[in-house]
């Protein structure tokens, strides 16, 4: 299936697997890659040296092209680039758009930039920014996310944008493809069906729980750190939503700390980020100061295996979603069920037009 999408990030399917904290490891994105699929390393909760040894992990396990995730606020922002453009990625992704400078720096480097957006105004800004494609993501997709559900903020995108777009927001099969690509799309984007996957590094107690839980138990909460973010709602969250501002606000400066430790930087670095954040004018100083809560919160789940002790960001898709494929079966799946669904929708239309 050729779209605009496949032409541009040079795959097989307008499939893309997103870049998802702690998930999106150099397996599944090579996994993706080979299934068809287009994967992004999750780079925004990684060191330089976990990337770059990202990079050449996905590259000894596939010929396929692949993308990098990164947060623009990080202390290494400016280094993450310069790794995607020594290692020749294919694209970057992100949410808080670099400066249309850096932009411009990608893309003079033959880097695809593809970042995701939550709401129409946001679409609008990063293609004036650069964008080359983007990732539409509806309210009821996984993570930080908007309140316009997928097929409405597909709505307001039609015809809007003169860039490529996969929708994002509470895909997994054929039928949604087909779907989003009916509503204007050039394919789809999808983090927790991949989540849900036997490549996805995710620990089995932690898969289970995801799998267990109906959709009207993944919702929305600013607890974590001031924005909206979809996740399951479990013993966790609830002791989030009855913590003091206080105990808030001490759990943001530990978590702050800890993340700063963790990704290489050091106190003046992580000071100067929180700063250049506050300053963008996108969040409050209560937002930026919780900034770093969501990738520590996660790590408790994603990693160490313990789905009550931490945040489980899932889209609502997670409620319709009940088995663990291998990515390739996975791929083969989608694509088989999209022409099975266009068949179905050719033999409704020549039905209809027999009866004219
Ligand atoms: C566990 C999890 C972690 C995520 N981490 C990130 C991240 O690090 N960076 C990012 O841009 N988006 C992140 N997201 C959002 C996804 O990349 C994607 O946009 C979203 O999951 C799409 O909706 P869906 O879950 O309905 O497919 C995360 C989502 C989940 C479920």
């Keep these: 299936m050729k779209t605009r999408l496949t032409e541009l990030l040079g795959c097989r399917y307008p ?3 997103t870049a998802m904290g702690w998930v999106a490891d150099a397996r599944l994105v090579a996994a993706t890659g080979e299934a068809g699929g287009f994967g992004f390393l999750a780079g925004a909760v ?21 993308g990098v995730n990164f947060h623009m606020y990080v202390p290494h922002a400016a280094g993450i680039i310069d790794l995607c453009i020594d290692h020749q990625v294919r694209a970057v992704s992100y949410s808080r758009s670099p400066s249309a400078k850096l932009v411009e720096k990608l893309k003079g480097a033959g880097i695809v930039c593809i970042p995701t957006v939550g709401a129409y105004r946001h679409a609008l800004k990063a293609v004036e920014l650069g964008a080359d494609a983007l990732v539409v993501q509806g309210g009821e997709g996984g993570g930080h996310t908007g ?12 015809d809007k944008v003169a860039v490529p777009y996969a929708a994002a927001g509470g895909f997994r099969d054929g039928a949604g493809l087909v779907a989003a690509m009916a509503l204007g799309a ?3 984007a999808m983090g927790t069906r991949f989540l849900l996957t036997e490549e996805s590094p995710v620990p089995a107690q932690t898969k289970a729980v995801y799998l267990e839980t109906p959709p009207e138990k993944i919702v929305v909460s ?39 430790r963790m990704t290489g930087g050091s106190l003046w670095g992580m000071l100067r980020s929180a700063w250049a954040m506050y300053r963008s004018g996108d969040l409050s100083l209560g937002q930026t100061m919780m900034a770093a809560n969501a990738p520590m919160m996660i790590q408790e789940a994603m990693v160490k295996g313990q789905p009550d ?48």
């Excluded at 990684?46 to 692949?66: C, H, N, S, W, Y």
């Excluded at 791929?331 to 037009?353: F, N, P, Q």
């Design 15 to 17: 499939i893309i697997q």
């Design 147 to 158: 309140s316009v559900a997928t097929t409405i903020l597909l709505g307001q995108l039609r």
């Design 186 to 188: 050039d394919g789809i």
């Design 222 to 260: 600013t607890r974590l750190d001031g924005l909206p973010q979809r996740m399951i709602a479990n013993a966790y969250l609830a002791r989030l939503i009855d913590a003091t501002s206080l105990g808030l606000l001490l759990r943001a400066l530990k978590n702050g700390f800890q993340f700063t």
């Design 46 to 66: 990684m060191t330089l040296e976990e990337i770059e040894q990202g990079i050449v992990d996905i590259k000894t396990r596939t010929d396929a092209p692949f």
């Design 309 to 356: 002790d931490g945040i489980l960001p899932s889209g609502q898709v997670a409620g319709l979603i009940d088995d663990l494929p291998a990515v390739d079966q996975l791929l083969a799946m989608i694509m088989r069920d999209a022409e099975g669904t266009l068949a179905r929708m050719r033999a409704v239309s020549e039905a209809a037009g027999d009866k004219e």
